[in-house]
């Protein structure tokens, strides 16, 4: 999906743009006459910084707003062309929220896909102005006649339940749970919490304060943006200090390795945030704060 590719390569596709123009400018010896009419690096550099500002501002756009708003529309239209056989020869799929025709969301923390069960099941349903819970250990698919239904086993109803972190009951009660989602919905769509709204990750949260994807999504829809900024800051330093090579590949290669360096940091962040060994603010914070840092110090370290 477009917007999903474009928040992953703008931040680095920025720190690209601004190393050629830099060193185009040098080329014309353009950095050079700037400097010597006594403009201090950081004020030629900081047009940069302001382009990186737009660029985060457009990633949060598109990740809090573009994003969710077209996700069920392009994965209903994917369905037709995907491989249900293919797909199915996952083992699981792990922490998903989906929210069925009759608005119900139905989050899980993780989905056998051989055996059609969901575990650690939490459904949020809304009548009128009140908002009912339903909790359970297992939901799993049975066909009964040639119709297919969740059964849900060891269950519990609650009534605006408000971020209370309930534990999962351990009756073995048995109920039925009406909803249009499938096995094959589950497997096709893949909805991660990144294509969903705010609102419904916030509605998660409250029914669910164990369900680490949503939290961390909504802390990096805050953080992630900022990635523009950050490498921005971050290469431009080493641009200055290459620019008596003027040498497009080197400096290509050094916005590569950064841009690596950073997201690779970042997932790593994410990935512990998601296994509830880092919190959703420090998963999503943590390279910002970390990355931007050390940008920023050697930014303001830059002589001419």
């Known amino acids: ?6 928040s992953q390569l703008l931040p680095a596709a920025g720190l690209v743009a ?10 014309q010896n353009e950095i050079l006459a700037m400097k010597g009419a006594g403009l ?13 500002l737009l660029l985060a501002f457009f990633l949060w756009w598109n990740g809090t707003w573009l994003v969710p708003r077209i996700a069920e529309p392009f994965f209903s239209a994917s369905r037709a062309v995907r ?10 799929i792990a ?8 608005k119900r969301r139905i989050y899980f923390g993780y989905y056998s896909v ?10 949020g349903i809304d009548k009128g102005d009140k908002k009912f819970v339903i909790r359970s ?6 066909e009964k006649d040639g119709k297919g239904m969740w059964v849900l086993t060891g269950y519990e109803v609650r009534e605006d339940v408000a971020g209370q972190d309930l534990p999962l009951p351990r009756s073995e009660d048995r109920m039925i749970l009406e ?39 909504l802390a990096l829809r805050k953080a992630y943006p900022f990635s523009s900024l950050v490498l921005m800051l971050l290469g431009l330093p080493w641009i200055e200090r290459k620019q008596k090579r003027r040498s497009f590949f080197l400096g290509f290669g050094i916005c590569l390795v950064l841009s690596l360096g950073f997201f690779a940091t970042n997932f790593l962040f994410q990935s512990l945030g998601n296994q509830n060994i880092l919190s959703a603010v420090a998963a999503a914070w943590g390279p910002i704060v970390l990355f931007g840092g050390v940008g920023g110090w050697m930014y303001l370290g830059m002589r001419a």
Not at 1 to 6: C, E, H, I, K, S
Not at 20 to 26: D, E, G, I, K, P
Not at 83 to 92: A, R, V
Not at 97 to 102: G, I, T
């Open 1 to 6: 999906m477009v917007p999903v590719v474009l």
């Open 18 to 27: 601004a190393m050629v123009t830099m060193t185009f400018l040098s080329k």
């Open 40 to 52: 201090p690096v950081q004020r030629i550099y900081l047009p940069l910084l302001g382009l990186a």
């Open 83 to 92: 491989d249900i056989e293919y797909l199915s020869e996952k083992k699981g």
């Open 95 to 102: 922490d998903r929220l989906y929210v069925d025709r009759d």
């Open 114 to 123: 051989p055996h059609k069960e969901m575990q650690n099941v939490t459904i």
């Open 137 to 142: 250990r297992y939901a799993r698919w049975e």
């Open 179 to 217: 909803t249009s989602l499938s096995p094959e919905d589950i497997v096709l769509e893949e909805m991660k919490p990144m294509f969903h709204s705010s609102s419904d990750l916030l509605e998660v949260i409250v029914e669910n304060p164990r369900a680490r994807g949503p939290r961390v999504e």
